[in-house]
């Protein structure tokens, strides 16, 4: 005689029988889910560990204004610091299922607060955005004119001149060759040397921008130790 089945659902893989202790536990934990079918609690559930999961990787800035402006509990910040340490796979599994349980047991705004987070650390700054396009014109410029090129070499003095002229140089060729072959309505194609130029022209941006930081950090300590002498 064929044994009869157990009524239940799959929460990561793992079969939650109905009328369970676990299957108890899910339904209270998930707050405010009167109504809701045992495919829905799942879902809900799986989205709230991965939420968990994808909070590992928040930038510490994210997290500390996350902290400073919600009252996330020590608990899930002690759990998500204790994951980052664990190697071990088996281990960092389990560690992940607690962290699923503690974020399950979140207030609703908390969890919309960690996934406004969380987008705006996908989303490029106006600031990456703008360096970007800096970037962009610069190879333009440099392509197209010798002048930008002394341009280029006052602002940045460290670039390795022989490199890039030689990239110039070649990009200069790629597009005349290119320009030849080229249809009506086809897309513009790029060869390496236009890639590497821009990769190169993005790379002094951006450790300018490091090194003008680190001088205001250091301007700032300054400041706060010049503070410190005037009141002692």
Not at 7 to 22: I, M, P, W
Not at 197 to 207: S, Y
């Amino acid at each position: 005689m064929a044994r009869k089945s157990t009524k239940g659902y799959f929460v990561r893989g793992h079969f939650v029988a109905a009328g369970s202790e676990l299957d108890q536990e899910l339904k209270q934990e998930l707050k405010g889910t009167d109504g809701l079918s045992k495919t829905d609690l799942k879902k809900l559930s799986d989205r709230l560990q991965a939420l968990g999961e994808d909070l590992l990787t928040l930038r510490s800035d994210l997290m500390k204004r996350l902290r400073e402006q919600h009252d996330i509990p020590e608990k899930l910040i002690d759990a998500l610091t204790e994951a980052k340490r664990i190697t071990n796979f088996e281990g960092k599994r389990r560690q992940m299922q607690y962290i699923g349980k503690l974020m399950r047991r979140l207030d609703p705004a908390i969890i919309e607060a960690a996934e406004a987070a969380l987008e705006e650390q996908r989303k490029p700054s106006a600031k990456e955005t703008m360096a970007l396009h800096q970037a962009e014109q610069w190879r333009d410029k440099l392509i197209d004119s010798d002048d930008a090129m002394t341009a280029w070499l006052e602002r940045f003095p460290e670039t390795e001149v022989q490199h890039l002229r030689a990239l110039v140089r070649q990009a200069r060729k790629d597009a005349k060759a290119t320009a030849s072959q080229e249809r009506p309505g086809e897309a513009v194609r790029h060869a390496k040397a236009y890639r590497e130029i821009f990769q190169l022209v993005k790379a002094a941006f951006k450790q300018q921008a490091a090194d003008v930081d680190g001088d205001d950090n250091e301007a700032e300590s300054g400041d706060d130790a010049a503070d410190m002498d005037n009141r002692d």
